[in-house]
């Protein structure tokens, strides 16, 4: 099993920044996708951002390409999300997912998920 565990959501203004953090633990796979996933009430839980174990690849989706940032730290454990010019449309219920099938933007293809943090960004 894996768990995965977000921090770092809060409220900011539009413009502002916020840095998401995924502690992941317990089992450790070779190869991997973790990413963030976001869902609002009103949208289904899209894919945002995902980077491949080992730090090879990363992919964006358009919305928040160029603003956001996702990246890991060097033992693998942890995955950050640096989110800067954040707009209000970014507002939601962000996740930590991993899977183990090397696919990026599909949420059912997603074996593992966080709990879920919210990221509040007002106008």
């Known amino acids: 099993q894996v768990q995965l565990v977000e921090s770092g959501g809060g409220s900011v203004q539009a413009g502002g920044s916020l840095r998401l953090s995924c502690a992941a633990s317990g089992r450790t796979f070779s190869t991997y996708i973790i990413s963030w996933f976001r869902q609002t009430p009103e949208k289904e839980r899209e894919f945002v951002a995902g980077i491949s174990g080992g730090r090879v690849e990363t992919l964006y989706s358009d919305s928040v390409k160029g603003r956001f940032a996702i990246s890991m730290d060097n033992t693998g454990n942890t995955m950050y999300l640096q989110m800067n010019s954040l707009k209000p449309e970014d507002s939601g219920t962000y996740y930590c997912?991993?899977?183990?099938?090397?696919?990026?933007?599909?949420?059912?293809?997603?074996?593992?998920w966080g709990q879920g943090i919210e990221v509040t960004v007002s106008s």
């Open positions: 997912a991993l899977n183990r099938r090397i696919v990026w933007t599909i949420r059912d293809d997603y074996e593992y």
